[in-house]
């Protein structure tokens, strides 16, 4: 019994390394850029949530800028791990396809954080190339929803639509001869939606970890039940 007991415990080690890497890269991003938007917000008001969040990583005019970098390598480095453990959990080649798109989102929030947008070449090629991975990871998502329905919940489903949705927005938008966005020429009591779109992005990819994390554990109660029954 107690045999059986430490393998199923070994079993589901990487079911609990998923969930907790996720919600821990989904909490100090959320720390880190919400500490930085109220650095930000003393200064210039409600301004800072018209212009593009890649700004806040800005060491020369950004007063928390190392904060809202060391977060974004934290997040990319706890979402590197979690993929990783999703990737050993085989739960089918969707399953596979998605840890890997997850891997390069997580790698190039790293390199976001490693190159702020004082690096301009350097952050276009990583900001592009997080923007693109969201975008197949999302379509993924939707493609796993039709496939493989109980790997992805409703929630999931939903979010992975919004996101790709604004992705595809982004990237529809994007000047591919520059690898960036052209200027936001708008007043000040005016809305710049690139930039609100950006935020939304975000916000929307680290919402899809949290919910991948609950949708993880739940597969991970249904197996142990259906090996508790066999």
Not at 82 to 103: I, N, T, V
Not at 173 to 184: A, E, I, K, T, Y
Not at 213 to 229: C, D, I, P, T
């Given at each position: 019994m107690q045999t059986d007991l430490n393998l199923h415990s070994t079993h589901y080690d990487l079911h609990r390394l998923v969930i907790w890497?996720?919600?821990?890269?989904?909490?100090?991003?959320?720390?880190?850029?919400?500490?930085?938007?109220?650095?930000?917000?003393?200064?210039?008001?409600?301004?800072v949530f018209f212009r593009r969040?890649?700004?806040?990583?800005?060491?020369?005019?950004s007063p928390l800028a190392y904060v809202y970098n060391m977060s974004l390598i934290s997040a990319g480095s706890c979402i590197l791990l979690?993929?990783?453990?999703?990737?050993?959990?085989?739960?089918?080649?969707?399953?596979?396809?998605?840890?890997?798109?997850?891997?390069w989102v997580g790698l190039s929030i790293i390199l976001i954080g490693v190159f702020p947008i004082n690096y301009l070449y350097e952050h276009r090629l990583v900001s592009t190339s997080f923007l693109i991975g969201t975008f197949v990871l999302h379509l993924l998502t939707i493609s796993m929803r039709i496939n493989h329905k109980e790997l992805c919940s409703n929630p999931l489903f939903i979010l992975a639509i919004l996101g790709f949705i604004s992705a595809s927005g982004l990237i529809y938008?994007?000047?591919?001869?520059?690898?960036?966005?052209?200027?936001?020429s708008h007043g000040k009591s005016e809305v710049c939606w690139v930039a609100l779109n950006m935020w939304f992005q975000t916000n929307v990819t680290m919402l899809w970890c949290v919910l991948l994390?609950?949708?993880?554990?739940?597969?991970?109660?249904?197996?142990?039940?259906?090996?508790?029954?066999d």
């Open positions: 890497m996720i919600l821990a890269g989904a909490l100090v991003t959320s720390a880190g850029i919400s500490i930085s938007v109220w650095a930000e917000y003393q200064r210039i008001g409600v301004e969040a890649d700004l806040l990583g800005d060491y020369i005019h979690a993929m990783y453990g999703l990737y050993q959990l085989k739960l089918g080649d969707f399953s596979h396809y998605l840890s890997l798109s997850g891997f938008q994007l000047d591919w001869s520059l690898l960036d966005f052209q200027p936001c994390a609950f949708n993880v554990k739940k597969l991970a109660e249904q197996n142990a039940k259906m090996q508790a029954s």
